[in-house]
């Protein structure tokens, strides 16, 4: 009977009615043990009515080290179709649920999990009931969170129960429906049921004692004595409620204790509700099937053919907690011997026995541990190292393990903990490979956690402990200071790891020697270099430092080599953002592209968003902007899932950038102070840059150039409070363009004449020299600023809207000098080249300026910034949903590469159609570029 949960029904039945319909739906039950979660649960299982599958698992706290657990037990049901899935995710379910020994990867389980799911609901509709959520192993919570997020026009629902004070179960972006206490009148109706004869004075004490909570309710009222009830008898003593629960049910369950076998002491300490394992630790099999059915007759047990499970956690913690520590080890040996050996739970109940340091079992765990790692359990093997590092005997086993375990906890997002496992193993390690391990995973938190200066410093200090031993992980480290480097605003110190690469052993030595050219190059745009440096430039371009000789004997671009392969790993590659918007060649984009594709397909989403960002930072170049918008908000949507911050704030400013430059002016100051939200507490120099810089262009598109300047000033000034030593040189022409249109042309040349004209980097990069020549011409007279103009014009392969602005700056020069003709030539160049990337706000300057010069727009504003009949009608999913699609691929393989299930994106291409005009696939194709 539920009373008092009017609201809580009607929404369930939103739910039930959604599912029929065809939409999906996600909600997490929230609320304190007893209050009534797991009934609600039950209820909407028994109302799905007829034509509505329902599937269902618990989280089991024992069973939370066990990687995928509560997930194979959702999914039974369905894995016969398993088979039928793309192979990638076939085999990660095999691999997951124990079916096959090679490694999976848990997000790639997950998509499996999403597709299964979907094609099982093509034939009804799927309601997935998850108990005790808080209890979830991380891989299975990871895995329905994903689905749960994921959920669109399948016909499926997906429910959660998390009690209130236990694990945390964090669920972004998924409902939260929170149960409070009943309310007083709700409660004395349920408590009327229960106890119509009971004494009045006995009811308002219950209802008094109970708080609203249901549960405290049922087992209090089943545990008085009719002549309690009665009011013959006294009530025991008031108690807190939790307390009291557990000791109420500790005492219904002491007789069933004290049974020779304690087979519910061995269920308590099995957690998984096996019988058969159960009755074989308890070893008389007559005796323990009688124990538990006395103990389900008693109401603390459900019992079945197969399970028997506590009818409440509480129950299991009170009969587990109450048994002397020696009856505890007992029980667990009894189930580690019954278990046998090759099942990880064997080990853990040898775990739970142990009491002093046993080698043997540190050494299965750690087996286990490695087992879990292959199979995405990252959390499952943190559990399993840090217990074996407690029963290791030697302080070097020790240290090595805590030092796994730290490495574990950091990719499973458990930054906190890895940090005290670090601090544990720091005094322990005393050999220089196991201590440059420790300060690369220290080093790795602390770029992740936004101080990308002191990640830098440790960094360095791990690379410097085996440089002449292990020369490819003091390179690796190196490449990964290099970027808390780059992050952080430290080009001296950027120079500093050049040098280091430089002096490393010659392991793989076109690809260092490559680094140290392309950290060199970056290093040089502040005036810093290596101490063995040339001062030249040429040193630069030798090994591919500048963009004429940025490619070594096999043609390739330093950035290229790196993202080449099989298995890409974007968290060692060089620098990102910025110093591709200097090196933005098509080879570039293609090749940053193509390890996008490679972890789609391995379903790395985890790795998605440090590809995906300078993937972004290409085409904010290169083109097409619409692509860089959907690229840009799946790869943000995807680090705040997964707690990457400081590539967060990165994609936040670029797509502030995007919106400035297509004149969304609302939609980049909010893009632009959620990444400063980010960046400024943590000291992320390069997004602070990056979005100033945003905002900056933003006041120039809007007309508002004093503003500009302000904004501007504060990245490209050396007073500036958002200054970065490479973004300085990229905004300058941005303010220089910002001073002379507010009228304040000798703020524009304090600034430049900081800059040194004969500087190798400007004078041998044409990104770069072009914006020098753009700057330098607004500020020259005369015959000097025109040939200035037409020097920024002469190198190709230019960002088609840096061209552009140039085009209108010259024309609108020209039109000043009254020389007509030849403006309204420069002016159509501009309108042409910035309406073919959407850039508004200047595509309309264009055609005001013609206008003034006497001319006709050849676009219209009509026709601005629409290409391809109506893409930009289209969402950022929905464009990436066209794309695939006109490539040829099917919505099983689209689905794929984007992590959806087939029928959202078959539901996205239902509402693309009629936004382009076109009624099949075949009409797509060709819509592809880019």
């Not at 790639?108 to 597709?115: C, D, E, I, K, M």
């Not at 990719?411 to 005393?430: F, G, I």
Request: charged share 20%; proline share 7%; with cysteine.
């Amino acid at each position: 009977m539920l009373v008092g949960r009017e609201c809580e029904l009607r929404r369930l039945a939103e739910v039930t009615a959604g599912v029929r319909q065809g939409r999906s739906h996600a909600l997490v039950l929230r609320g304190p043990a007893g209050v009534g979660k797991s009934a609600l649960l039950q209820h909407l299982a028994d109302h799905a009515g007829p034509g509505v599958r329902v599937l269902s698992t618990v989280g089991v706290e024992s069973e939370a080290e066990l990687p995928f657990a509560a997930l194979h037990q959702l999914l039974r049901p369905l894995l016969g179709a398993a088979d039928a899935l793309p192979p990638p995710q076939s085999a990660a379910l095999r691999s997951a649920f124990g079916m096959d020994t090679a490694p999976a990867d848990r997000f790639l389980v997950a998509l499996a999990a999403l597709t299964l799911l979907s094609e099982a609901s093509r034939a009804e509709p799927l309601i997935l009931l998850v108990d005790d959520a808080h209890w979830l192993d991380s891989p299975s919570a990871d895995a329905l969170l994903f689905v749960a997020r994921r959920l669109g026009a399948e016909g499926v629902a997906v429910v959660f129960a998390v009690r209130d004070g236990s694990q945390p179960f964090p669920a972004p972006g998924v409902p939260d429906l929170r149960l409070s206490p009943l309310e007083a009148d709700a409660a004395r109706s349920l408590l009327t049921h229960l106890l119509p004869e009971a004494a009045p004075a006995v009811r308002e004490r219950l209802l008094r004692e109970a708080g609203g909570n249901p549960l405290a309710l049922v087992e209090l009222s089943a545990a008085l004595s009719p002549e309690q009830l009665g009011g013959a008898a006294a009530l025991p003593d008031e108690l807190p409620l939790t307390e009291r629960l557990q000791r109420l049910f500790r005492c219904r369950a002491t007789s069933l204790l004290a049974e020779p076998g304690n087979a519910l002491l061995l269920t308590a300490a099995e957690g998984d509700g096996d019988l058969a394992v159960i009755v074989r630790a308890a070893g008389d099999t007559e005796r323990a099937l009688h124990e538990l059915s006395a103990a389900a007759t008693a109401g603390l047990v459900s019992l079945d053919p197969e399970r028997v499970r506590f009818r409440h956690p509480l129950v299991r913690s009170a009969v587990y907690q109450g048994a002397p520590l020696s009856e505890r080890r007992a029980a667990h040996l009894a189930l580690a011997d019954a278990l046998g050996e090759g099942d990880d739970r064997h080990v853990w109940h040898l775990a739970a026995a142990a009491v002093g340091p046993d080698d043997r079992v540190a050494h299965l765990l750690a087996e286990m541990a490695g087992r879990s790692r292959r199979s995405g359990g990252v959390a499952t093997a943190t559990k399993a190292l840090r217990r074996a590092a407690a029963l290791v005997s030697t302080p070097r086993d020790r240290a090595r393990l805590l030092v796994d375990a730290a490495e574990c906890a950091w990719k499973a997002a458990e930054t906190a903990q890895a940090e005290a496992l670090l601090n544990e193993a720091e005094p322990l390690s005393d050999v220089p490979a196991l201590r440059a391990r420790l300060v690369q995973v220290r080093g790795a938190i602390a770029h992740a956690s936004g101080d990308p200066a002191v990640a830098c410093l440790i960094l360095l200090e791990g690379a410097r402990l085996v440089q002449e031993d292990d020369p490819r992980l003091a390179c690796e480290t190196l490449v990964m200071a290099a970027r808390s480097a780059w992050v952080a605003d430290d080009p001296a110190r950027l120079a500093e790891i050049a040098g280091l690469l430089a002096r490393l052993p010659a392991v793989t030595p076109d690809v260092r020697d490559r680094f140290v050219a392309h950290f060199r190059y970056l290093a040089g745009l502040s005036g810093h270099a290596a101490p063995d440096a040339r001062h030249d430039g040429t040193a630069l371009e030798a090994h591919g430092g500048g963009p004429e000789g940025k490619t070594g004997a096999d043609g390739k671009d330093v950035p290229v080599i790196w993202l080449s392969g099989t298995d890409p790993r974007p968290w060692v590659w060089p620098p990102t953002f910025l110093p591709y918007l200097l090196h933005a060649t098509e080879p570039l984009r293609d090749a940053h592209q193509h390890a996008v594709d490679t972890l789609r397909r391995n379903g790395a989403i985890g790795s998605l968003p440090m590809s995906l960002a300078p993937l972004v930072a290409l085409q904010l170049v290169t083109g097409p902007w619409p692509t860089a918008t959907a690229n840009g908000t799946e790869a943000l949507s995807l680090a705040l899932e997964t707690g990457q911050l400081g590539a967060a704030s990165h994609l936040r400013a670029m797509l502030a950038w995007l919106a400035a430059a297509q004149g969304d002016g609302d939609r980049c100051h909010e893009l632009a102070r959620e990444s400063l939200e980010i960046s400024t507490p943590r000291r992320i120099a390069s997004a602070i840059a990056l979005a100033h810089w945003a905002q900056g262009l933003n006041a120039l598109a809007e007309g508002q150039p004093l503003n500009a300047v302000k904004l501007l000033a504060e990245v490209c000034s050396p007073e500036g409070g958002a200054g970065h030593f490479m973004l300085r040189w990229i905004v300058l022409p941005d303010f220089v363009e910002a001073c002379v249109r507010a009228g304040e042309p000798e703020r524009a040349h304090h600034v430049l004449t900081d800059r040194d004209p004969l500087h190798p980097v400007p004078a041998n990069h044409p990104q770069l020299r072009s914006g020098w020549h753009r700057s330098r011409a607004l500020l020259a007279t005369g015959e000097e600023a025109e040939d200035l103009f037409l020097a920024a014009l002469a190198d190709t392969g230019l960002s088609p809207f840096e061209t552009g602005r140039t085009h209108l700056l010259y024309g609108e020069w020209l039109r000043r000098h009254r020389r007509i003709k030849p403006a309204r030539e420069q002016l159509h160049l501009a309108e042409a080249q910035l309406d073919s990337v959407g850039a508004l706000p200047w595509a309309e300057l264009a055609r005001a300026e013609l206008r003034a010069a006497g001319g006709r727009s050849t676009q219209g504003p009509s026709t601005a910034a629409v290409p391809m009949g109506g893409e930009q009608r289209l969402t950022a999913r929905e464009l990436q949903v066209m794309r695939l699609a006109a490539q040829g691929l099917s919505n099983g393989e689209i689905a794929a590469r984007l992590f959806l299930s087939p029928r959202t994106v078959g539901y996205h291409l239902y509402k693309i159609f009629p936004k382009l005009g076109v009624t099949s696939r075949s009409q797509l194709y060709g819509r592809s570029s880019g």
